[in-house]
């Protein structure tokens, strides 16, 4: 009789980890959190529980992008995997809570602890450049709320180049993917603001803008960063961390561009003010000089007709010396332009002359030019005039 091998309890906990990496491999996994703590500030232990079953759960502490208590319902991403002590647990990558109280205990959570990190502080917020001409936007490119952005800054002004990081918005993987979309526009250092948009959606759909990591690396990013994310009545960690928010993308595109037809009434409203400014001083200082001319005496007026009969001796004076002047340079151009017309090669040619152009050497062809022919000729003989 053949004796079956015999595995060592290591061993054999190792095929079972290996096989249940292969079978269960990033598995998610809802349920609610019970007996939830944190050993020696570095460890986070809790179980994850429904109605029938629980599951124990483990992951570092520095991996807890989302606050979470006993009660709450969650989403995690974990490999199951069984300890040394033959004790079944997941080991959790990610946590993300479920439903609208959940997400709203965990966001206020969070809000609080960087609310006193000063990561909300206006004064770390900075304003978006003037004269945009580059933006980076962040978004999935197949949603209709980045459709509307695009739609909406090529309406409006135009002439913005948008470089665009496709992204997920929503679910576990979208944090982990803006944030290297983030990292991504700040390396290249080639736009001047990054948008980050997202249009609306439930609770669970925009939770994914409450994770820690994402807020940390907005409020870190070396390049303004406006977020247009849900509806107006919606907030996130990403909204109240980035430099400036926008009540959706739509929204989010006319605060980056401008508007052309808003533009142009501005202008022509200036145009209007200047003209009404300038008509007003003249009909003041008409006003004025009015009053003036109807104070002062006869004297007064004697002497305005003759500083005025002295103005006007003096402007047919000097009309009489700019035409004078005129009637000269006319004189001087015609002479000059009779001397240019004298110079006229054609002049010569009309009158039976003729242009011989070329060396001149026996054997040699050189160019006779008239004034209606071009006529190359072969030089035979050449004799010194006498």
């Given at each position: 009789?053949i004796?079956e091998?015999?595995?060592t309890?290591?061993a054999?906990?190792g095929?079972c ?8 491999s990033?598995?998610?996994?809802e349920?609610?959190?019970?007996s939830f703590k ?17 599951v124990?759960?483990f992951?570092?502490?520095f991996k ?9 319902k ?7 995997k ?6 079944f ?5 990610q ?15 969070l809000k609080?602890?960087?609310?006193k990190?000063g ?10 450049p003037?004269d ?6 962040i978004s ?6 980045y459709?509307?952005f695009?739609k ?6 135009g ?8 992204t ?11 944030i ?13 603001v ?5 249009g609306?959606g439930?609770?669970d ?11 940390r690396?907005i409020?870190i990013?070396?390049?303004?960063v406006i ?5 107006e ?7 109240l ?8 993308p739509s929204?989010?595109?006319?605060m980056?561009s401008r ?9 022509d409203a ?15 200082a ?8 109807q104070d002062?005496?006869g004297?007064?007026q ?5 500083i005025?009969?002295?103005i006007?001796?003096?402007i ?6 700019v ?7 006319e004189?001087e ?6 001397i ?5 090669p054609?002049l010569v ?7 011989l152009?070329?060396?001149l050497?026996?054997?040699n ?12 000729a072969?030089i ?7």
């Amino acid at each position: 009789m053949i004796e079956e091998p015999a595995f060592t309890v290591s061993a054999f906990l190792g095929i079972c980890n290996q096989a249940l990496e292969t079978s269960f491999s990033g598995i998610v996994i809802e349920g609610e959190v019970a007996s939830f703590k944190v050993n020696q500030g570095k460890w986070v232990f809790f179980d994850l529980k429904d109605e029938e079953s629980s599951v124990s759960c483990f992951l570092p502490l520095f991996k807890l992008r989302t606050p979470i208590q006993d009660g709450m319902k969650i989403r995690v991403k974990a490999l199951p995997k069984v300890t040394k002590w033959g004790k079944f647990s997941l080991t959790v990558n990610q946590i993300i809570p479920v439903g609208e109280g959940n997400i709203k205990k965990s966001f206020e959570l969070l809000k609080q602890k960087l609310q006193k990190e000063g990561l909300f502080d206006p004064a770390r917020k900075r304003p978006l450049p003037e004269d945009l001409t580059k933006i980076g936007v962040i978004s999935s490119t197949s949603a209709a709320g980045y459709a509307d952005f695009c739609k909406i800054v090529n309406a409006r002004w135009g002439g913005l180049e948008i470089q665009t990081c496709h992204t997920q918005v929503q679910g576990m993987s979208a944090p982990d993917q803006i944030i290297r979309a983030l990292r991504y526009l700040n390396e290249r250092a080639e736009v001047q603001v990054i948008a980050i948009i997202r249009g609306g959606g439930s609770a669970d759909d925009l939770a994914c803008f409450n994770d820690e990591k994402l807020a940390r690396e907005i409020a870190i990013s070396k390049i303004p960063v406006i977020t247009g994310i849900g509806h107006e009545i919606d907030e996130s960690l990403a909204d109240l961390v980035a430099d400036l928010r926008a009540s959706t993308p739509s929204n989010c595109a006319e605060m980056l561009s401008r508007d052309r037809a808003a533009e142009r009434r501005l202008v022509d409203a200036k145009i209007s003010r200047a003209s009404d400014e300038i008509h007003h001083h003249i009909d003041t200082a008409l006003h004025n000089v009015n009053n003036r001319i109807q104070d002062v005496n006869g004297l007064m007026q004697k002497h305005i007709s003759t500083i005025m009969s002295n103005i006007d001796n003096q402007i047919i004076s000097l009309r009489r010396e700019v035409q004078s002047k005129i009637t000269r340079f006319e004189s001087e151009l015609d002479s000059k332009l009779k001397i240019i017309e004298s110079m006229n090669p054609d002049l010569v040619l009309s009158q039976g002359y003729a242009i011989l152009s070329g060396k001149l050497a026996v054997e040699n062809v050189v160019k006779i030019t008239t004034l209606k022919q071009e006529i190359s000729a072969k030089i035979t003989n050449i004799k010194e005039r006498k």
